[in-house]
């Protein structure tokens, strides 16, 4: 003979709310934390002086890669630098780009932990003659 299993009227929504509680219960992945020492933003350098490009990312689920980017107003990529972080949770970046146009600047970190989540973080700053 063959028996039905059946929950009371109360049951599906009891087992839903426990299923919800538990799967709430992992801990969320954030995205890397990225942080700029050099340069602040609305820094202004003359040519032919270098920029620092300078900071950490941080991330408890350990780091796997890092991009540090330099590109201008038209978005040329002027510097792209990689940095293997090799499951770390911190890593320091520190780059000199030297300009030799006046103009304006943006730095760009890119950074992805290993699970996947990536987080993007950039900063403006102009070289004067």
């Not at 969320?28 to 040519?47: D, H, L, M, Q, R």
């Not at 990689?82 to 770390?88: C, T």
């Amino acid at each position: 003979m063959n028996k039905k299993l059946r929950l009371p009227l109360f049951g599906m929504p009891l087992l839903i709310t426990i299923l919800f509680a538990v799967a709430s219960c992992t801990k969320e992945n954030k995205a890397p934390v990225i942080t700029f020492e050099e340069p602040e933003a609305g820094t202004i350098t003359t040519i032919p002086n270098e920029t620092h490009i300078e900071g950490s990312v941080t991330d408890d689920d350990g780091l796997k890669d890092i991009r540090v980017y330099v590109f201008n107003t038209a978005m040329d990529t002027l510097m792209n630098e990689y940095l293997d972080a090799a499951g770390a949770k911190e890593k320091r970046f520190h780059y000199h780009y030297m300009a030799t146009i006046a103009g304006s600047y943006t730095a760009t970190v890119a950074a992805t932990d290993l699970k996947g989540v990536s987080a993007t973080k950039s900063v403006k700053f102009t070289v004067a003659n």
